[in-house]
């Protein structure tokens, strides 16, 4: 399958503190998803994108098909943003393939 | 926001044992996929369904069937389960072609002694 990549694998970080994930694929992709899975281990979609950027609140996403990689930027670290991110990554005409995750740790 | 239920959340069997785990959605996507998560491999496919009767190949097809009966309802059967496939098991759906967003499922913790 197409390798997905996501760094850090793991990232602490004070509350308040902001912070980029991201997300690694080998070949041009459609689109990429954003996760957030929380400590119920319940799995909440945050993005959708098929290019450029969004925002909600105090995360962004962009997608970079052309250089192959997405970002998650979290700002403004609250608690309940501890969780594990995943990318999931979409090839046209495919269905998505997911990254191994970051374990994102906020500390007060 | 979607509504994918799984049942049940919880299940435990013994190798060889016969094993269905069952979903539903209620909001007519006509995508329906499964996935497993373990520790170190983040999610992956075991098989999806673009509508009733059809059913597609994931990544990790080996040792599961599945069923799409209707729109709503996608099943995932493991006819003689094995120990290597205890693991945490999503449902997710998508309405393809309108919205690419998946929406999961709270997932079944299925352990195979």
């Known amino acids: 399958g197409m390798p997905v990549e996501q760094n850090p694998p793991a990232l602490s970080l004070y509350e308040g503190a902001e912070s980029g994930l991201r997300c690694n694929f080998s070949?041009?992709?459609?689109?990429v998803q954003w996760f957030q899975q929380n400590h119920r281990g319940r799995l909440i979609t945050l993005f959708y994108?098929?290019?450029g950027t969004k925002e909600n609140g105090r995360l962004k996403s962009t997608f970079n098909s052309k250089e192959r990689y997405s970002t998650l930027h979290i700002k403004d670290a609250q608690l309940e943003d501890s969780g594990t991110y995943f990318c999931?990554?979409?090839?046209?005409?495919?269905?998505?393939?997911f990254g191994t995750g970051t374990k994102l740790q906020v500390v007060p | 926001e979607a509504a994918v239920t799984q049942s049940p959340r919880n299940k435990v069997t013994v190798t060889g044992g016969n094993v269905t785990l069952s979903c539903r959605q209620t909001?007519?996507?006509?995508?329906m996929y499964w996935y497993r998560q373990d520790t170190g491999h983040g999610l992956r496919l075991i098989h999806y369904?673009?509508?009733?009767?059809?059913?597609q190949i994931g990544d990790v097809p080996d040792g599961y069937k599945a069923t799409r009966t209707t729109q709503e309802d996608f099943f995932l059967l493991l006819e003689l389960a094995s120990p290597s496939q205890t693991s945490l098991y999503f449902c997710?759906?998508?309405?393809?072609?309108?919205?690419?967003?998946?929406?999961f499922g709270h997932g079944t913790k299925l352990s195979v002694l």
């Open positions: 997710a759906s998508s309405n393809r072609g309108q919205d690419e967003r998946l929406f």
């Open positions: 070949t041009t992709m459609k689109g």
């Open positions: 994108l098929a290019q």
């Open positions: 999931a990554v979409e090839n046209s005409g495919t269905y998505q393939r």
């Open positions: 909001n007519s996507h006509n995508y």
């Open positions: 369904s673009y509508g009733a009767g059809n059913l």
